[in-house]
């Protein structure tokens, strides 16, 4: 299933004061970093992931993998795709880069799936009701728009 026939599940953004090819950088480390704790690994391996480790190229480029997601689409400045599934889940997250006025930039986070079944309906009530998706979300946004404003 293609990224954009996926139904569109939240989208979360946050202003960086930074241009969107300084926060780039940024971005991918977080992406990176955050996917590839030990618990994600494990999370990835119980919940049958297509990608369950990270291999391919780095810094992140197309075909690159972290636990859970293979790089769809890496567009330096603008755009990081990562498409996943499961045995509960077909994903996609997508995080986009634009200008929003000098020295500024707005990055955008969007979440895409579809969850079939019985089993795949629990597991969205879990996870999106649980609140920890948004949490993981908001929580790398803010990683990235931090150390992108932290360079000098």
């Known amino acids: 299933m293609e990224t954009d026939a996926l139904p569109h599940v939240d989208e979360h953004a946050t202003l960086i004061a930074a241009e969107p090819e300084q926060a780039w950088p940024h971005l991918v480390r977080v992406v990176e970093t955050t996917f590839s704790r030990p618990g994600t690994v494990a999370y990835a391996r119980l919940v049958s992931a297509a990608d369950p480790v990270a291999s391919g190229p780095r810094p992140l480029a197309e075909g690159s993998t972290v636990p859970g997601f293979r790089v769809a689409t890496a567009v330096p400045g603008r755009e990081l795709t990562l498409r996943g599934s499961h045995r509960f889940s077909t994903y996609a997250l997508i995080f986009r880069l634009e200008p929003a006025g000098p020295r500024r930039s707005r990055l955008r986070a969007e979440t895409r799936a ?19 998706h948004v949490l993981g979300v908001r929580r790398m946004l803010a990683v990235v728009r931090r150390s992108a404003e932290r360079q000098p």
Do not use: I, N
Not at 116 to 132: F, I, N, T, V
């Open 114 to 132: 579809v969850f079939p079944g019985l089993a795949g309906g629990l597991y969205r009530h879990l996870l999106l009701r649980s609140g920890g």
